[in-house]
Structures are given as structure tokens and as C-alpha cells.
């Protein structure tokens, strides 16, 4: 019953991950091919796909260690490089996510001035990332294994 179980959980990340995978980098290649629709908006929604792809990508590992053994196998480096990078990832999603509710609120707020292009919105999503990587780098530098023989 318990391989039965961990096979049908498996089979639902391989789902999740694929799907993810592939809608993720569908809103790249929409974004990339149809210049008519790059707005604010739909900028910070490329951001959120990227750092939602990266999460997909790059930390699967970890969930699947985690459903398949009681013990973390894939390393110490291992180890501390997920903490920073999931929680960069997560960071800029919020992050990211916030900046959305920002700009729609200016939008509602100031309707006539929303309309033009905003001209910071480059460094606005690099400082993201920035701010993201700083916040989760502590995790990295604290995060520490127990090692079993």
C-alpha cells in the first residue's frame, strides 16, 4: 500500500512540475512574440513566471527527497543552495505580486497617468531580485546539515 502511495505521489509532482513547466514558459514565448502586448502589467507577470519556473525548475529536488526518503540525500551544498534559492524565488513572487497590486492600485487612482509606459519598471524588477537574494542569503549562511552513517 505505502509503494502505491508513493508512486501516485510521484506521478502528481511529475504532473505538477510539467504543467507548471510548460505554462510558465508559454507566457514567455506569448510575451517574446507579441510586442502589442508588453505593458507594465504584463512585465510583472513575465517576472512572476520566470520566478515561478525557477521554483519549478530548481526545486523539485528537494520535494522528491522528501517523498522518497525520511532522510535528505542530496548534500550539504545541496542543502544550504535550495534555501537560497527557494527562498529568492519565493521572495520575488511576493514581491513581484505586490508591485502588481501597487501598480493597479496607481491605475485606479490615477487613470490618466497610468496609461504611459513607466520608465523605472527595469531597475524596479532587477531591485526585486536584489532585495529577494539579500533577504533569503542569510538562510544560506545559517543552514546547516546533520549528517547520519
Known amino acids: 500500500m505505502c509503494g502505491v502511495i508513493l508512486r501516485f505521489q510521484i506521478l502528481l509532482m511529475c504532473v505538477v512540475i510539467l504543467t507548471s513547466v510548460v505554462g510558465n514558459i508559454g507566457v514567455l514565448v506569448v510575451f517574446s512574440l507579441t510586442p502589442t502586448i508588453r505593458s507594465t502589467l504584463n512585465c510583472y507577470l513575465v517576472n512572476l513566471a520566470v520566478a515561478d519556473l525557477l521554483i519549478t525548475t530548481l526545486c523539485w529536488p528537494t520535494i522528491v ?14 542543502c544550504r543552495l535550495q534555501v537560497l534559492v527557494q527562498g529568492t524565488c519565493v521572495n520575488v513572487s511576493v514581491l513581484t505580486l505586490g508591485a502588481v497590486a501597487c501598480n493597479r492600485a496607481y491605475a485606479v487612482l490615477l487613470p490618466l497617468q497610468a496609461h504611459s509606459a513607466n520608465p523605472r519598471l527595469v531597475p524596479l524588477l532587477f531591485s526585486l531580485w536584489g532585495l529577494s537574494f539579500t533577504l533569503a542569503f542569510p538562510g544560506f549562511l545559517v543552514r546547516d546539515t546533520i549528517v547520519y552513517k
Open 65 to 78: 527527497s522528501r517523498i522518497t526518503s525520511p532522510l535528505y540525500v542530496l548534500g550539504h551544498f545541496f
